[in-house]
């Protein structure tokens, strides 16, 4: 409406004329500005019709029809706009290049992600910059709290259990005050590893149930991955997650790439035991499960099977699909040598033609579709003779030549 491609039919409401704005609804009437005479064809423009004669009125009228799609496919240009002329540049900016992974991430993500609202997408930026952030405290270059953060990593770095590394590795996030009383309480027999475990898992346990969830951001699409592991669509569920980590900033990303390491190690069966009364997959879910995600409106059953996933694939979660990496590249080297970015690259929800396959192809879906509805009322049993004469004759009226071709001469 802004630029004039189609316009509202004035009507007044309540000795009103209406506002000049979009308006979804069923007694909203508008109309194409490049069709020409269209006030003489449509007669007296403020008369509202409902739906229903609204309908009747254009199916009778074929002159009006005919007219004015031939109208609309002549005028109609498929040719792109002229875009300004981008500048070659020898290297883009790292706002460049971000904004270029965000924009296509986001555009990947939408195609695989049903989602119902868009602002938590439109407001990721903000959100992330707000995130919490686990920076070091100040007293953490305190001599004490220096050496007790080496100690733990040079005793982690020699020993060649996987288990106590990867929890070592999470320490790093951990406040100083904790990683001293860990230091502290060490056992003094360092080959228990036992006991080593012990005291590893329930000081990460403790953290991570007192601080906010990890992954508390755009909370539709926690409910759009859900739902394609309930319907059996692994791979998809995979994407869509790997494009949902890649918005994470990347402090909060690595944290939360040593936080699933750790979990997945620590949850095979095989492991050291963790708690007594259930295995150690289950242990680990339910300790650090509102870690992950706590979003109110996913359910248990779905919020426990979204972390099982991401603690069964976290070896994959973190990777950059191939299809989108190939697309940031193509779409960056058209930035870095003057090209229009959007013309042949990026996700695209349709198929390009030329005008003339446009034509061809619209003109027979639009027989085909005729013909169709020709049948459907040839062959509708519960239409009697007087109601299914009437239709066949209004549709000879507007498309003789559909209606020989159904039924011959």
């Known amino acids: 409406m802004d630029y004039k491609v189609f316009e509202a039919v004035p009507t007044r409401v309540f000795g009103r004329d209406r506002k000049p704005t979009f308006e979804d609804s069923s007694c909203s009437l ?5 069709v020409p005479n269209q006030d003489s064809q449509l007669g007296n423009e403020n008369k509202v019709y409902s739906p229903s004669r609204c309908s009747d009125a254009l199916f009778k009228s074929s002159d009006i029809k005919s007219n004015s799609l031939e109208d609309l496919w002549e005028n109609l240009s498929l040719k792109p706009a002229n875009c300004p002329r981008i500048h070659a540049s020898t290297r883009l900016s790292p706002q460049v290049i971000s904004a270029v992974w965000q924009e296509e991430t986001i555009g990947r ?6 989602l119902p609202f868009l602002d938590s997408l439109l407001k990721q930026q903000e959100v992330a910059s707000q995130a919490p952030q686990c920076k070091r405290q100040p007293d953490m270059f305190k001599t004490s709290n220096y050496l007790d ?18 929890a070592i590795d999470c320490l790093e996030y951990l406040p100083d005050q904790m990683v001293v009383d860990i230091s502290r ?37 926690h409910n759009g991955i859900a739902e394609l592991l309930v319907n059996g669509k692994t791979e998809i569920a995979l994407e869509a997650t790997q494009l949902f980590l890649k918005l994470l900033d990347s402090q909060n990303r690595e ?19 963790l708690q007594k009364e259930s295995d150690n997959r289950m242990a680990v879910k339910r300790v650090f499960s ?7 409106n996913l359910s248990k059953g ?33 930035i870095q040598k003057g090209r229009d970015p959007s013309k042949d690259t990026g ?14 192809s619209t003109q027979k879906k639009t027989k085909d579709e005729l013909l169709s509805l020709l049948k459907t009322i040839d062959e509708d049993s519960k239409l009697s003779a007087k109601e299914k004469k009437k239709l066949l004759g209004q549709f000879h009226k507007c498309h003789p030549d559909i209606f020989t071709e159904y039924f011959g001469d």
């Open 302 to 334: 779905k919020t426990d099977l979204l972390v099982l996933f991401l603690m069964d694939h976290q070896k994959d979660v973190f990777k950059i699909p191939g299809t989108l990496h190939k697309i940031v590249s193509v779409k960056l080297l058209a």
């Open 30 to 34: 508008y109309r194409f500005t490049t």
């Open 185 to 221: 309480n060490f056992p003094e027999q360092p080959d228990r590893t036992d006991l080593v475990k012990e005291l590893l898992f329930d000081a990460i346990g403790k953290y991570y149930s007192t601080r906010e969830p990890l992954l508390n951001h755009l909370c539709d699409v």
């Open 290 to 296: 509102k870690a992950i995600v706590n979003n109110k």
């Open 255 to 273: 944290e939360f790439r040593r936080l699933l390491y750790f979990m997945a190690v620590a949850a095979h069966p095989s492991e050291f035991k």
């Open 109 to 114: 993500l939408l195609q695989l992600v049903d």
């Open 347 to 360: 996700y695209i929800y349709c198929q390009r033609i030329n005008g003339s396959d446009y034509c061809s």
């Open 149 to 166: 953060r080496g100690i733990l990593r040079a005793y982690g770095d020699s020993q060649e259990d996987e288990w106590v590394s990867a």
